[in-house]
């Protein structure tokens, strides 16, 4: 729950060839403000466009991940949002003097340190985690491909993937800790099959591709004069036709490089999500294509719950009891309606109701067809925010909480006998002169029953 948003303390400047279109390119990155998330802009058009880097502005995934708007383009974005969503970056204003972003070294390794050089810099909004309640699959049965995001306390990612080749048959690779990305992933390469290069290449593709940005495989034996041509075509050094394997500077890191590769791609198109996920993703023979799906999948997914349930267990014990909230509200039957307190932070507080059919207000309301009042649901939610705010003083039992004005009211489905209330609570701006604006949801189940915002004042009784 105190989890805060992320961005750069400063800007920094990556600069390098272009993969696709070998120009020298500039990608500059940005601090930017709370709630921004990831926005890409071209500097070197008229009026220097902006692009929201979100699951349903990819306009290509063929080779690399591409964003676009009307005739605007920019592609190779995957490597740097990788490296920003696994360092915890949640705002970042991204500029760039041409189409792509600089393939660098093939990797994200390079972001990496220079995000850390620069240092991160926590901001006053909250996290917005999205976190995976249930099973959300996503499958293409031409290709085998299929991604499967399961419920789990952090975000972790599984990849496995199979190749028609001797040298990269089948691959997995994991990332447990999203913190192990700088260690375990971010230095993977991209890579390519050397027989993929001259149709690559016919498509006015890689042209800034070379030996020392990629992984490249060379399994299948061509003649020594097709090779040559090849070399030639790349302005790289003539090879032996005869020596199979892979042939780039470098040698491989790990034996599973490609398929760690394949992970820290998923993780740049898992950032177009537009918020950090808490659960685990297990993807079989994935690529930007899937990728997308998914992650515009799951960006319905989350309009259609944008304000999530708070998870409630109710074996685990709660951080106050009904006695402990006795203690704090002046609030006694009928008018007591929070029953205990699952969870406290420094701005947000999570309560919980039980519904019976005993509740006093239902024998008027209506006694054919008892349904809660809705004035009582946002009175519920305001001892909630009376107990963030009490819980916080000395000698809270000094103290009452009064409403001052209640706004953006909304009820969206009945409550009766029988529901379990869950509300959550968050303190808008800090408390000046006994008065703060607090923001409340109740739900039941997964839904949201009702929501206000509401001032009230903190009172010393006389």
């Known amino acids: 729950?105190?989890?805060?948003?992320?961005?750069?303390?400063?800007?920094?400047?990556?600069?390098?060839?272009?993969?696709?279109?070998?120009?020298?390119?500039?990608?500059?990155?940005?601090?930017?403000?709370?709630?921004?998330?990831?926005?890409?802009?071209?500097?070197?058009?008229?009026?220097?466009?902006?692009?929201?880097?979100?699951?349903e502005n990819v306009v290509d995934t063929r080779r690399g991940t591409v964003v676009g708007k009307g005739d605007i383009r920019i592609s190779t974005i995957e490597h740097a949002l990788s490296a920003l969503y696994a360092l915890g970056i949640d705002n970042c204003l991204m500029q760039v003097n041409g189409p792509e972003f600089p393939i660098l070294d093939g990797s994200a390794v390079m972001y990496v340190d220079k995000i850390k050089e620069v240092g991160i810099e926590e901001q006053a909004a909250p996290k917005d985690y999205y976190i995976i309640r249930k099973k959300i699959e996503v499958k293409d049965e031409e290709?085998?491909?299929?991604?499967?995001?399961?419920?789990?306390?952090?975000?972790?990612?599984?990849?496995?993937?199979?190749?028609?080749?001797?040298?990269?048959?089948?691959?997995?690779?994991?990332?447990?800790?999203?913190?192990?990305?700088?260690?375990?992933?971010?230095?993977?390469?991209?890579?390519?099959?050397?027989?993929?290069?001259?149709?690559?290449?016919n498509a006015n593709l890689i042209k800034g591709g070379d030996m020392d940005n990629a992984i490249i495989i060379y399994e299948r034996q061509t003649s020594q004069e097709n090779l040559d041509r090849l070399?030639?075509?790349?302005?790289?050094?003539?090879?032996?036709?005869?020596?199979?394997?892979?042939?780039?500077?470098?040698?491989?890191?790990?034996?599973?490089?490609?398929?760690?590769?394949?992970?820290l791609d998923i993780i740049g198109d898992m950032a177009l999500i537009g918020k950090p996920i808490k659960g685990r993703i297990v993807a079989t023979r994935p690529g930007h294509s899937i990728n997308n799906k998914f992650a515009r999948l799951m960006r319905k997914e989350i309009k259609k719950h944008d304000?999530?349930?708070?998870?409630?267990?109710?074996?685990?014990?709660?951080?106050?009891?009904?006695?402990?909230?006795?203690?704090?509200?002046?609030?006694?039957?009928?008018?007591?309606?929070?029953?205990?307190?699952?969870?406290?932070?420094?701005?947000?507080i999570v309560g919980v109701k039980n519904i019976t059919s005993n509740e006093p207000f239902f024998t008027g309301?209506?006694?054919?067809?008892?349904?809660?009042p809705g004035?009582?649901?946002?009175?519920?939610?305001?001892?909630?925010?009376?107990?963030?705010?009490?819980?916080?003083?000395?000698?809270?039992?000094?103290?009452?909480?009064?409403?001052?004005?209640?706004?953006?009211?909304?009820?969206r489905q009945k409550v009766v006998p029988g529901d379990t209330l869950l509300f959550r609570v968050e303190q808008l701006n800090p408390m000046r002169h006994g008065i703060c604006s607090m923001r409340g949801y109740m739900f039941v189940g997964d839904h949201v029953v009702s929501e206000a915002t509401f001032t009230a004042q903190i009172v010393k009784n006389k």
Not at 233 to 245: E, F, I, P, Q, Y
Not at 246 to 258: G, R
Request: net charge negative; aromatic share 8%.
């Open 231 to 263: 070399a030639d075509l790349l302005k790289v050094a003539r090879m032996d036709a005869s020596n199979l394997g892979y042939i780039q500077h470098k040698p491989l890191q790990w034996e599973n490089e490609c398929t760690r590769h394949k992970l």
């Open 143 to 201: 290709t085998g491909s299929c991604i499967t995001i399961l419920p789990d306390e952090e975000f972790s990612v599984t990849a496995m993937c199979s190749f028609e080749s001797k040298f990269i048959n089948s691959q997995f690779a994991t990332l447990e800790n999203v913190a192990d990305f700088e260690q375990e992933i971010s230095a993977a390469r991209t890579f390519v099959f050397l027989r993929d290069i001259e149709p690559l290449l």
């Open 307 to 348: 304000v999530q349930a708070p998870i409630y267990d109710p074996n685990e014990e709660p951080i106050m009891d009904v006695n402990r909230i006795r203690e704090l509200l002046p609030h006694r039957y009928p008018m007591q309606l929070v029953d205990k307190i699952i969870a406290v932070g420094p701005t947000s």
């Open 1 to 55: 729950m105190n989890t805060k948003q992320n961005t750069l303390k400063g800007s920094f400047s990556m600069c390098g060839k272009g993969l696709h279109t070998g120009l020298m390119l500039t990608v500059t990155f940005n601090p930017a403000p709370e709630n921004t998330g990831y926005k890409i802009q071209r500097i070197d058009l008229d009026g220097q466009p902006i692009i929201d880097a979100v699951a």
């Open 375 to 411: 004035v009582l649901q946002i009175e519920a939610m305001a001892q909630c925010g009376g107990l963030l705010i009490l819980n916080s003083l000395d000698e809270p039992e000094r103290y009452s909480t009064y409403f001052m004005k209640i706004d953006g009211v909304k009820f």
């Open 365 to 372: 309301h209506f006694p054919e067809e008892p349904v809660m």
